[in-house]
């Protein structure tokens, strides 16, 4: 039995609507919502005044690297690192050595992420080994629960590959996820292709990859009928394409990562390989477009591509050191600041950063939920208690050196964010209050 906890005048945000109330959980539910509440003997009160009380923050896209390498960072780590930032649960991505392309390793994760601190669900690789020729055993991780499948850090570059995994998947209710990055465009590239690039000497990775990637995989689509998730969008026109689908009545989604819309290509002018992923932080007008399309609400989701690296691997020459940073404690600091730091929109804050996620990684009430709870919920009477206490306007300075996570590639060493999680209650329990983990 879990605890019982009053979160104390909050301003609580439903799907359209908020209102400043109090919110009881009481055995892992919330059980009371309004001004006028029934605290429960010994129940434990948090002072949530001032703060947006939502859905406890999703993520759909974490490394956690374990199995293989975790020197970087483990599944509990990764999941301590997450609570901090504000989330209950997070989608580990299948790029593990070995891959997450079997049912025995994914298993693995879920049973190990039983143990973390929030839920951990798991995307199953599409292919074998993610090497993009023949198709995983999909319907095997299915029956375990998972509900997407990726070759993340890989796009599936043979059409007719994810034309069969399309087509296969479709019946069984899963969602296939993309990295758009047409390969034979990126070979060598280790930033964005234009003119800052040029000017470093440094081999770039066009735009264009991306965006023909993401018309391929519309097309398949429409011809197939499955839905596809494209994650980390970088580009505005990609972003403009997958809406333009959207509009036809396909079933696409799309995310965005934080440090395509907070930092630019300019970033690698000091060749600290800290600043480098795939796919590339872009051009100035890009990051603006993105930012544009999130407050419009265009974007279905902020996913952090959680990358964290063992300092002796990211310690490298720029052209020499693996591709990405971390993300998932300032991920939603990062999102206020997009959305406007003076006149952020919580219900559209939260939809990015929690309902939309919940719903492309199938985690919400009304979906099938083999060994998790429900996410991404309306605060409301019965529903689980996943529940973040944010506070929007606390300021901090982001330190590399005190990080829950296990690795320090954090692009924002140094920099003055806004908002802070205050509390989050996972399945009912306390995990983070006044900011730090209990």
Request: overall charge negative.
């Amino acid at each position: 039995m879990s605890e019982s906890i009053v979160l104390r005048g909050g301003t609580v945000v439903h799907t359209t609507t908020t209102e400043v109330a109090d919110v009881v959980i009481v055995d892992g539910r919330i059980s009371e919502v309004g001004a006028s509440v029934s605290v429960p003997p010994g129940a434990q009160q948090i002072d949530a005044r001032g703060c947006w009380v939502g859905p406890g923050f999703v993520d759909l896209h974490a490394h956690l690297r374990e199995p293989g390498n975790e020197a970087a960072e483990t599944i509990a780590s990764g999941a301590r690192a997450a609570a901090v930032g504000g989330y209950s649960a997070i989608v580990a991505m299948p790029n593990t050595e070995p891959a997450l392309d079997n049912p025995v390793l994914v298993r693995y994760v879920l049973d190990q992420g039983m143990l973390a601190v929030i839920d951990v669900a798991v995307a199953g690789a599409i292919t074998k080994n993610r090497a993009g020729e023949h198709l995983a055993p999909i319907g095997e991780m299915a029956a375990l629960g998972v509900r997407l499948f990726t070759d993340d850090g890989n796009g599936v570059q043979d059409a007719a590959v994810m034309r069969r995994a399309l087509t296969y998947a479709r019946p069984m209710g899963v969602r296939l996820a993309q990295h758009c990055e047409e390969a034979s465009l990126t070979m060598g590239g280790v930033m964005n292709e234009g003119v800052v690039s040029s000017r470093l000497g440094l081999s770039g990775r066009p735009a264009l990859a991306e965006e023909l990637m993401v018309q391929r995989d519309i097309e398949l689509v429409r011809l197939t009928g499955c839905p596809v998730h494209f994650l980390h969008l970088s580009t505005a026109r990609a972003i403009a394409l997958v809406l333009d689908a959207r509009a036809k009545g396909l079933p696409v989604t799309c995310e965005v990562a934080p440090h395509h819309f907070t930092l630019d290509e300019e970033a690698c002018e000091t060749f600290d390989p800290t600043f480098k992923v795939h796919p590339p932080l872009r051009s100035a007008s890009d990051v603006a477009g993105v930012r544009a399309a999130m407050r419009r609400g265009d974007v279905d989701a902020v996913a952090t591509d959680h990358a964290p690296h063992a300092h002796e691997t990211k310690d490298l020459a720029f052209d020499e050191a693996p591709a990405g940073m971390l993300g998932l404690e300032h991920a939603a600091s990062l999102t206020i600041e997009a959305l406007g730091t003076s006149d952020a929109n919580p219900v559209l804050f939260f939809q990015l950063l929690s309902r939309g996620p919940a719903a492309i990684a199938q985690l919400r009430a009304s979906d099938e939920r083999p060994r998790h709870s429900a996410h991404g919920g309306n605060v409301q009477v019965g529903d689980d208690a996943n529940i973040v206490v944010f506070d929007p306007v606390a300021t901090r300075v982001v330190d590399r050196h005190h990080l829950a996570g296990r690795s320090i590639n954090t692009p924002y060493h140094g920099r003055t964010i806004q908002g802070e999680t205050r509390a989050l209650v996972v399945a009912g329990t306390l995990v983070v209050e006044n900011g730090e983990l209990q």
